[in-house]
């Protein structure tokens, strides 16, 4: 296993929904792949928790655009309707990934790169959009058996990943285009993606889809709510019809209505909630 990366600190993190005040309820961390499987994975993670005699916690995160593989165990016998322990496929989450932990669990896992779970094992990401399976044989080949232990089970995931995938020029190139929709601001409209897309409209939406599992417009709006909600989250006095207009919606009221449906509260709730947090 990598070098462990600890990322308990009381300090929000994009995607992570009032990371501060989840803080002593759990422990996350999270570390670099191998060098094979860092071809399709961008990092493993892993959560722990021991809630006995406490009250459960519910934790919500603002998903991204990507799939992951979890081994997970623990004494609150079952999880997304599996029991325990058990390796599971977690696609993409369209709205907000909710889970409520209790009793005492660990979960470890693979998020993929976008993209890179279908590069890796071929097969169609929107098929498991909004879905959580078991890994069945057929994924790595042959019966996948995981150790409930961090350092084993995640060893064991890292060896499976890196060990198979061929080249896969779609991925490289769809790669490239996600990068650029992440990190670049203005870029906030489907048009100007399609303008960097190396393919025609039809075929970029077909390989979203297929690889990601979710179309283009879906990647441009969850980039821009989690950097919305993580200014939120560390700027007490964000302005938010400036926000609005610098991440690319029309006005602050079409903000407001994406992070209401997304998060069940407006912009002005969540920051009463989780703002104004130092980094």
Do not use: E, M
């Given at each position: 296993m990598g070098a462990?990366?600890?990322?308990?600190?009381?300090?929000?993190?994009?995607g992570v929904v009032g990371r501060p005040a989840g803080a002593s309820s759990y422990d996350l961390r999270r570390w670099a792949p191998g060098p094979e499987a860092a071809r399709y994975v961008e990092h493993f993670w892993s959560v722990s928790w021991d809630l006995r005699g406490r009250a459960p916690f519910d934790s919500a995160v603002i998903t991204f655009p990507c799939l992951h593989l979890t081994h997970e165990w623990g004494e609150d016998g079952a999880r997304h309707g599996f029991p325990l322990p058990n390796t599971l496929i977690h696609g993409v989450v369209e709205r907000v990934f909710?889970?409520?932990?209790?009793?005492?669990?660990?979960?470890?896992?693979?998020?993929?790169?976008?993209?890179?779970?279908?590069?890796?094992?071929?097969?169609?990401a929107s098929t498991l959009t909004g879905r959580v399976s078991p890994v069945g044989d057929e994924l790595f080949g042959a019966p996948a058996h995981l150790d409930d232990d961090v350092a084993a089970a995640s060893a064991?995931?890292?060896?499976?990943?890196?060990?198979?995938?061929?080249?896969?020029p779609t991925y490289t190139a769809l790669g490239e285009l996600i990068d650029r929709i992440r990190e670049d601001s203005a870029v906030h409209r489907v048009e100007q993606v399609m303008d960097l897309s190396p393919w025609s409209v039809r075929t970029t939406q077909r390989v979203f889809r297929r690889y990601v599992g979710v179309p283009v417009k879906w990647v441009l709006c969850r980039y821009r709510l989690q950097n919305a909600a993580l200014e939120i989250e560390t700027r007490p006095d964000v302005d938010f019809a400036e926000l609005a207009v610098r991440l690319g919606w029309y006005d602050q009221a079409h903000l407001i209505n994406d992070f209401r449906a997304m998060l069940g509260q407006t912009p002005g709730e969540y920051a009463a909630a989780h703002g104004g947090v130092t980094r």
């Open positions: 462990w990366k600890n990322a308990t600190a009381h300090a929000p993190q994009r909710r889970t409520t932990i209790s009793a005492r669990g660990t979960v470890v896992g693979a998020r993929f790169f976008p993209g890179g779970f279908t590069a890796r094992f071929g097969v169609d064991q995931l890292d060896r499976l990943i890196g060990a198979g995938g061929a080249a896969d």
